[in-house]
């Protein structure tokens, strides 16, 4: 499955919605990131694509992604240092959780959905909405490059 067949477009308009619905109370960033395989350990991959999309240079460091890997049935959530230095080990665990009971139903978009809604929940705490708030990050899904192969 290329990763842009992941979801539909409905559904990627309602995980794009979260998205900015998200970011409407926090000055954090959030993205998802889709693609096909991922070798290994699903951080790893989140890692190297939270620097190939260039999220470890917000003004904050506040940036979260959230990977997806449609075939290989893994997935990730990961912060910036400036989210890391702050909150406390495992913050992302019931995101996680959360997440991982939809994906186990086929419910990839709820599981987006809601998995998003909680980030920018635990973004406001600690990073919440500045009036010269500039979006920094698109709010846009990624796609791994293979998803234009055939």
């Keep these: 499955m290329k990763p842009k067949d992941f979801l539909t477009k409905e559904q990627q308009e309602a995980v794009v919605a979260a998205v900015m619905a998200a970011e ?47 075939e290989s049935k893994k997935f990730a959530v ?4 400036g989210i890391n230095n702050l909150v406390p080990d495992g913050f992302w665990k019931d995101v996680v959780a959360k997440m991982g009971e939809h994906f186990s139903q086929s419910d990839f978009t709820g599981g987006l959905v809601e998995g998003i809604a909680m980030i920018g929940e635990k973004l406001k705490v600690y990073f919440p909405y500045q009036a010269d708030d500039v979006n920094e990050l698109s709010d846009d899904i990624s796609f791994g490059e293979d998803s234009d192969k055939k």
Excluded: Q, W
């Excluded at 926090?26 to 190297?48: F, Y």
């Design 24 to 70: 409407k109370a926090t000055s954090g960033e959030i993205r998802v990131h889709i693609e096909s395989k991922c070798d290994g350990d699903p951080k790893i991959g989140a890692l190297r694509t939270f620097h190939k999309l260039k999220m470890d240079r917000t003004a904050a460091r506040n940036g979260v992604l959230v990977y997806v890997a449609c």
């Design 78 to 81: 990961i912060g910036d240092k």
